[in-house]
């Protein structure tokens, strides 16, 4: 992965056949691999309703990324998961 400037946010919005769980092991390999450490896996309710959201949060120096699952939200985006690069995190320093 190619540097992101102080405070900066990139991100990315895919569908896949792949199954979630697929596609959270291959990044958790290739973020690993890379020095990333893991943070945290969460879910999250919109409006107090579960609908499967879950976020996933990785680590290296000041660089997050985050994969976010949008799950079955009614209103949702039609996309399978997003995938976030940004830096200044406060989450990671």
């Known amino acids: ?5 102080a405070g900066e946010l990139v991100e990315g ?6 199954q979630i769980s697929e596609i959270e092991a291959h990044y958790k390999k ?6 990333y450490k893991f943070l945290k896996k969460e879910s999250l309710k919109s409006w107090e309703k579960d609908y499967g959201e879950q976020e996933i949060h990785y680590c290296k120096d000041d660089v997050h990324v985050g994969i976010h699952f ?5 209103q949702r985006e ?8 940004s830096s200044g995190s406060f989450e990671c320093s």
Do not use: E, H, T, W
């Open 70 to 74: 949008p799950g079955n939200y009614p």
């Open 13 to 18: 919005f895919y569908n896949s056949d792949l």
């Open 78 to 85: 039609k996309f399978l998961y997003a995938l976030s690069i």
């Open 1 to 5: 992965m190619s540097k992101v400037g």
């Open 30 to 35: 290739q973020l690993i691999d890379r020095g």
